[in-house]
């Protein structure tokens, strides 16, 4: 199983925007299931975002209509999670990790207060 590097975390006001991406050298993402979760210490780790294949996405429903999961179509290298209008409550680690693992990479940190 593939371990993901997940990177683009950061402190950032409310309002804010950040761009996590999600990496592993040599991995088809064209061809794969992704999805982004996030964890708050103390809680269980929430599913936020899915892509499949053919490109279609499903978001859970605190962040429509303000993330955007897309993939880097030029290369296939990595997969985005654009974040606009970032709102306290999504301070989390976010994890990538492909349909049907169970390998978890180190996460990125967002941290969003005022």
């Known amino acids: 199983q593939v371990e993901f590097v997940e990177s683009g975390g950061g402190l950032v006001r409310p309002g804010g925007s950040l761009r996590l991406s999600c990496a592993a050298p040599g991995f088809a993402f064209s061809e794969a299931i992704m999805s982004w979760y996030r964890q708050v210490p103390g809680q269980a780790r929430e599913w936020v975002a899915t892509i499949v294949p053919g490109g279609d996405t499903r978001y859970t429903d605190s962040v429509k209509g303000r993330f955007t999961l897309f993939r880097d179509v030029a290369s296939g290298t990595a997969v985005y999670l654009q974040m606009d209008n970032l709102k306290p409550e999504d301070t989390a680690v976010y994890y990538c990790?492909?349909?049907?693992?169970?390998?978890w990479g180190q996460g990125t940190q967002v941290t969003v207060c005022s």
């Open positions: 990790q492909e349909y049907g693992s169970t390998t």
